[in-house]
């Protein structure tokens, strides 16, 4: 087990890419605490991990308040006495032209993307300065390195990422806390589901557009990326700090 008697707080975590994290993160030993916007989500994610025999509690909770952040973060050590591991998954989603975005887009998209994964930080790094040590990893994005068509609220969030990242390395590697970002390529997940509607696409239509772009013919797994996530969150990654792992079949890479 690799992150045996570990406690992870995942945020998001009430769908995708979050609920694959939380059950992989729970099969390896780690005790998970499953914040989400959605209590409906986060309830189905607790369940399925107890389902299999694992330890969860849900939390109600919006990263971009910071609030609810340090609500994140009590309930954890209130719940299991530590925290190990954030993983900070949740994401706002807002694709357009930079004309059309609205102060409100912004705002939200900032709010969520940037903001939320900085006071999740916040609120964890003293439990983890008293552990003795932490791994963080933040969700970013293949579109945090490229352009795409009407993608800009999102793709400003998910730069920023990135040197929030390397910068929080820095000044977190003291404390023994590791830092890094996983960038994943085109995902089959609710999310990716609410682009595929919006562009009236099927599933064909979807592993064509996306996954002829990529080596593999088709989208990636919620699961594929979980892999990743545990690497970054576990022990085996304990010299990697300060970087972004891409899990993107190739999509970048051409
Ligand atoms: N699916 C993809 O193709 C893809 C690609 C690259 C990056 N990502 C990133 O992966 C992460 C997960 O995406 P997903 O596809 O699983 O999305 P998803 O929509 O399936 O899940 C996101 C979860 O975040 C929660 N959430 C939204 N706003 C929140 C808030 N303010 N506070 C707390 N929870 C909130 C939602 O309720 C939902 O449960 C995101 O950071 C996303 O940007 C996804």
Redesign the pocket.
């Known amino acids: 087990m690799r992150v045996k008697d570990k406690v992870a707080i995942i945020?998001?975590s009430?769908?995708?890419?979050?609920r694959a994290t939380s059950q992989l993160l729970a099969e390896e030993g780690a005790k998970i605490v499953v914040?989400?916007?959605?209590p409906a989500?986060a309830n189905e994610t607790v369940r399925l991990v107890q389902e299999a025999g694992g330890e969860a509690v849900a939390v109600e909770?919006?990263?971009?308040k910071e609030a609810d952040a340090q609500k994140i973060a009590d309930t954890t050590l209130d719940s299991f006495g530590k925290i190990d591991i954030l993983v900070n998954?949740?994401?706002?989603?807002i694709f357009k032209r930079v004309e059309n975005t609205t102060e409100e887009d912004w705002d939200k998209i900032l709010g969520?993307n940037v903001k939320?994964p900085a006071f999740c930080v916040k609120a964890v790094i003293p439990a983890m300065k008293t552990g003795g040590g932490g791994a963080i990893v933040n969700?970013a994005?293949?579109?945090a390195f490229i352009a795409q068509p009407d993608y800009v609220p999102y793709n400003t969030s998910?730069s920023a990422i990135l040197n929030f990242t390397r910068c929080l390395a820095m000044d977190l590697a003291p404390f023994n806390i590791r830092v890094n970002s996983l960038c994943?390529?085109?995902?089959h997940?609710?999310?990716?589901e609410r682009v595929m509607a919006d562009m009236n696409f099927s599933l064909e239509d979807a592993n064509k557009h996306w996954g002829e772009a990529c080596f593999f013919n088709r989208l990636g797994k919620?699961s594929e990326i979980a892999h990743g996530i545990l690497f970054l969150a576990s022990d085996d990654a304990s010299f990697v700090t300060g970087t972004a792992l891409v899990v993107d079949g190739g999509y970048t890479a051409q």
């Open positions: 945020t998001g009430g769908s995708g890419i979050g914040a989400d916007i959605n989500g909770a919006d990263v971009s998954n949740a994401a706002a989603f969520v939320g969700i994005s293949i579109s998910k994943p390529g085109v995902i997940t609710p999310a990716l919620p």
